[in-house]
């Protein structure tokens, strides 16, 4: 129904910048919510951001004012500008469309490694 596609992970330098993109393809007829979310192994799946089709984000307050999460409602893709990386923030980013109409469903990427390491 919807496919998630996203890209841009990679290895940096603590303090260093990354910028992942997310591409969602299929039937999309409802109104949605699209965002970012993170995890690491043996933890729980966290939200990073999120966005609505009018302009609202949602940040977690670990990333605020380091991330900003931005979208392209025609082409149906998020992106996620993160700078100042921290160790902290390494972890595997799962783009998310969530649909807004009850009852209300998830869809999820295969997600991409950030890695903020020296």
């Known amino acids: 129904q919807v496919q998630l596609v996203e890209s841009g992970g990679g290895l940096v330098q603590p303090g260093g910048s990354l910028r992942l993109s997310c591409a969602a393809s299929?039937?999309?007829?409802?109104?949605?919510?699209m965002g970012w979310y993170r995890q690491v192994p043996g933890k729980q799946r966290e939200l990073v951001a999120t966005?609505?089709?009018?302009?609202?984000?949602t940040y977690a307050d670990s990333v605020k004012g380091r991330f900003t999460i931005s979208r392209d409602n025609a082409k149906n893709t998020v992106s996620l500008q993160m700078n100042s990386l921290k160790p902290e923030d390494t972890a595997v980013y799962y783009c998310?469309?969530?649909?807004?109409?009850?009852?209300?469903?998830?869809?999820w990427g295969q997600g991409t490694q950030v890695t903020a390491s020296a």
């Open positions: 966005l609505n089709g009018i302009g609202s984000a």
């Open positions: 299929g039937s999309i007829f409802a109104i949605y919510v």
């Open positions: 998310n469309l969530r649909t807004m109409i009850r009852p209300t469903y998830d869809y």
